[in-house]
DNA sequence: TAAGTGTACTAACATACATAGTACAGTAAA
DNA sequence: TTTACTGTACTATGTATGTTAGTACACTTA
């Protein structure tokens, strides 16, 4: 199983996949130009809808994460500098905020971060 | 103005309501047991609906954040440290995710929060 | 009494999400 | 060519969530 859907998550079910997939694919579980499942086989796996998958596909698309053949198949891109680039600027984006509101909230950010880093 | 809403937020109005009226209180903006804007004064202000203040309002008093006496109105918790200790172990597991993909990603910690946090 | 408070409803509407079904064009192999 | 895949584009339907509107009632305070 490629893929575990959790139905307790409130993220929609294509987000869980495209997230997934980009997860797994930037962290090099799935090596460039593989294919990846098809729209309806990753459907039938994860008990959802094929519109479902193409939705999250076409997001992973955008972002530069995987390439699109008509005809073939959807394929691990080639060249992922870009969106692991985009990723990682995403995360510290996200960190900050979250470090910001500690600030305001009087909490010391190497007290907040013990046992997460290190000194 | 206490609270500005942003309608280019996906964050639902409620949700953004009860946040920001969290973070005031527990940064010590609004002091303790002073009383919150009646429910129908901020949806005045804000230009909302009554009962989309009463839903963030219910989720605060959930929080401990604020308590509640019918009839007179909302006021700031008298004893904050309960919600301020939730607040700071959430913001604790929502960092923990993040650098946990970090790792999984291949980005040294150190790196990603070159500029954040002293080391 | 009058005005303000929280609270609890119902109804209506818009949007997002998900499913089901159908159809069509492109690709690859038998 | 035929067959079986692939992606893509629709329509229709159902459900859940969010928001607004309106009404009503109990409580508190001046």
Do not use: H, W
Not at 1 to 10: A, E, F, G, N, T
Not at 53 to 70: D, F, N, P, S
Not at 87 to 97: C, D, F, G, H, T
Request: hydrophobic letters at 40%.
């Amino acid at each position: 199983m490629l893929l575990q859907l959790d139905y307790k998550d409130s993220r929609p079910i294509y987000e869980q996949i495209s997230d997934g997939c980009r997860k797994l694919i930037l962290a090099g579980v799935l090596a460039p130009d593989e294919p990846m499942p098809s729209v309806r086989s990753m459907a039938m796996e994860l008990s959802t809808n094929p519109n479902t998958v193409q939705k999250a596909y076409a997001e992973l698309e955008r972002q530069g994460v995987i390439y699109t053949v008509k005809g073939r198949g959807n394929f691990v891109s080639g060249d992922l500098k870009a969106p692991l680039g985009a990723r990682k600027a995403e995360l510290r984006e996200k960190i900050a905020m979250l470090l910001k509101e500690a600030d305001e909230l009087g909490i010391d950010r190497n007290e907040l971060l013990e046992g997460m880093v290190k000194k």
